[in-house]
């Protein structure tokens, strides 16, 4: 008996996807620090110096942006099993003493890492399609 068509299904989205991946490594070959290290980074910068520099309302709009990019970590720790709050304080505090050194989470330690040093990227383009697509989405 061969596979019913919900899997066929599913085997062919996987193998596109897959290809998609694939075709923007090669037309785009640009990479960030993986592990949610962009999304601490830029939450950080939007908190201390954007925010700063802008009156009114639109400091709850950079502070509201700021603390929506953080769900990427808080997804990661989730889906590990690790407490939400400690872990994004974890990452914080880490990335507050070097803010030269992206830091993202080790899903099997909760703990903060250097994902540059251990090969953990994502690609630019699918982040610059996420920002913009979820910025696209709540407004």
């Known amino acids: 008996q ?7 299904a599913q085997v062919k989205d996987a193998i596109r996807d897959g290809l998609r991946s694939v075709k923007n490594a ?8 993986g592990a949610g290290a962009l999304e601490i ?3 950080k910068h939007l908190t201390s110096v954007v925010k700063d ?6 400091k709850l709009g950079v502070q509201a942006f700021a603390d929506a990019l953080l769900i990427i970590p808080k997804a990661l720790a989730e889906n590990s099993g690790f407490d939400l709050q400690d872990t994004i304080i974890k990452l914080q505090e880490a990335y507050q003493r070097d ?5 993202g989470l080790d899903v099997v330690s909760g703990e903060p890492i250097h994902p540059e ?9 699918v982040k610059k399609s996420v920002m913009h697509l979820s910025t696209v989405l709540a407004s």
């Open 53 to 58: 520099s802008v009156n009114g309302r639109a």
């Open 41 to 43: 980074a830029a939450h």
């Open 2 to 8: 061969g596979a019913g068509p919900h899997s066929i």
């Open 117 to 125: 040093k251990l090969g953990i990227w994502d690609g630019l383009l």
């Open 26 to 33: 090669i037309d785009f070959p640009k990479l960030v620090a």
């Open 99 to 103: 803010p030269t050194n992206p830091v």
